[in-house]
């Protein structure tokens, strides 16, 4: 089993930046692959990026491409969420998620994951 717990989000301009940690309990944590999801209000819970075990392949929402970079260093436990030129409809609660069987590619594709973190609040003003 592991614990995911997400950094503190924020409330930002759109066009800013904004960097989203989450750091995995236990010593395995390269076994699992990594993504982010995020919900917005009214609306259910979307995709965003996934990542490979090894780092190597990643997957990004539509909407998010070019803007969002996902990456993970297997060293500190960690995934990270790169988030530049933010805009209003990314305001969501963004969410770590690990798996232990899925592919990335199935992350991203079926929204499934075994684990998932508390949440944090990303708020993009205009």
């Known amino acids: 089993q592991v614990q995911l717990v997400e950094s503190e989000g924020g409330l930002v301009q759109a066009g800013d930046s904004l960097r989203l940690s989450c750091a995995a309990s236990?010593?395995?944590?390269?076994?699992?692959?990594m993504g982010w999801f995020r919900q917005a209000p009214g609306k259910g819970r979307e995709f965003v990026a996934a990542?490979?075990?090894?780092?190597?392949?990643?997957y990004y929402a539509d909407s998010v491409k070019g803007r969002f970079t996902i990456s993970r260093d297997n060293g500190e436990n960690t995934v990270y969420l790169q988030m530049n030129n933010l805009k209003p409809e990314d305001t969501a609660v963004y969410y770590c998620?690990?798996?232990?069987?899925?592919?990335?590619?199935?992350?991203?594709?079926?929204?499934?994951?075994?684990?998932w973190g508390q949440g944090t609040q990303v708020t993009v003003s205009s």
């Open positions: 998620a690990a798996d232990r069987l899925r592919s990335a590619w199935d992350l991203s594709q079926t929204g499934s994951s075994d684990y």
């Open positions: 236990g010593r395995t944590f390269s076994i699992y692959v």
């Open positions: 990542i490979s075990r090894s780092g190597s392949a990643t």
